[in-house]
């Protein structure tokens, strides 16, 4: 079970520096709650993401590792003390979580076989926006930057083409039949791909379905590249954000398309290396 120990001193400087490194999101993102204040970008990863600010600045060593001195892991839910030190117990592998530990590692490995599609240009958020009024808008309080009757030109103008559902799902009545896929919740499996920024994101996601057993590094990695897309995801959408210092990608124009191709490969880059690592520790817990 146990194939790493880690001393007190080394974890509790694991533990430190992780703490450290997502307090960089998660205070800003406290003391916006406190007043009330809402952020078009930010507020993303902590509210369609549903991992906590405080279990996202908690660390955990991940499954098969040991820790001495760490007897405070048994008031979490899921660890248990063995010989080398407190590590997660075996038996939280129940049969259910073990069907999701099948379906996160056949949903990774199935896009990861894929070869990345780099031409959606994130109309997503365009397609959202698309012949509604300004009231109807996920962000009201923010203008779109080309106006209503230009944004809907460029729907209009471009095709589209999402595979993700999860984006698909917000689309307006009127942008729905505009995308030339139409995918579904059980599509997944089957049309993912490793060039779409939400799949990307959703690497976090699927992290945190696994708790406890991906370690906090890794978890960690994952937040960070969906907070860097998700600021690019909104930089290439029709609202205006330039007073929060975020300047627009234009993908209505070459310039514009050829920057989000070029970030986009740079992300899938990025989420290629961090989602093989999550199906490695899928690979691990299937063997048990």
């Not at 205070?27 to 990863?45: I, N, S, T």
């Not at 009201?140 to 729907?155: I, M, Q």
């Not at 057993?213 to 969906?226: K, N, W």
């Not at 398309?257 to 990025?270: I, K, L, M, S, W």
């Amino acid at each position: 079970m146990v194939e790493q120990v880690l001393t007190e001193a080394q974890w509790r400087a694991r533990a430190e520096q992780h703490r450290n490194r997502m307090l960089h999101w998660t205070e800003p993102h406290r003391r916006r709650r406190e007043r009330g204040e809402k952020h078009p970008v930010m507020d993303f990863l902590f509210t369609y993401y549903t991992q906590r600010p405080s279990r996202l600045e908690r660390w955990q060593p991940g499954f098969g590792v040991a820790l001495e001195g760490g007897r405070d892991f048994l008031e979490r839910r899921g660890y248990v003390e063995t010989p080398q030190g407190v590590a997660v117990d075996p038996a939280e592998l129940t049969p259910q979580r073990r069907e999701t530990v099948e379906f996160i590692h056949r949903l990774l490995g199935a896009t990861e076989s894929r070869t990345a599609q780099l031409g959606c240009f994130g109309l997503h958020e365009w397609a959202m926006v698309y012949r509604i009024s300004q009231d109807e808008l996920r962000h009201s309080s923010w203008p779109l930057r080309l106006g209503r009757s230009g944004t809907d030109e460029v729907v209009e103008s471009m095709r589209i083409r999402c595979s993700h559902y999860d984006a698909f799902r917000f689309f307006s009545t009127a942008a729905r039949p505009l995308n030339s896929l139409q995918p579904t919740q059980q599509d997944r499996v089957r049309m993912e791909q490793p060039g779409c920024l939400h799949n990307n994101m959703d690497v976090f996601k699927w992290c945190y379905k696994l708790d406890p057993f991906v370690p906090s590094e890794l978890m960690g990695d994952c937040f960070e590249l969906a907070a860097d897309i998700r600021e690019m995801d909104m930089r290439a959408s029709p609202y205006d954000l330039s007073e929060l210092g975020y300047s627009p990608i234009e993908i209505e124009t070459a310039h514009g398309r050829a920057e989000y191709v070029r970030r986009q490969r740079a992300f899938g880059e990025r989420a290629s290396r961090l989602r093989g690592r999550l199906i490695g520790v899928c690979a691990e817990l299937l063997k048990r």
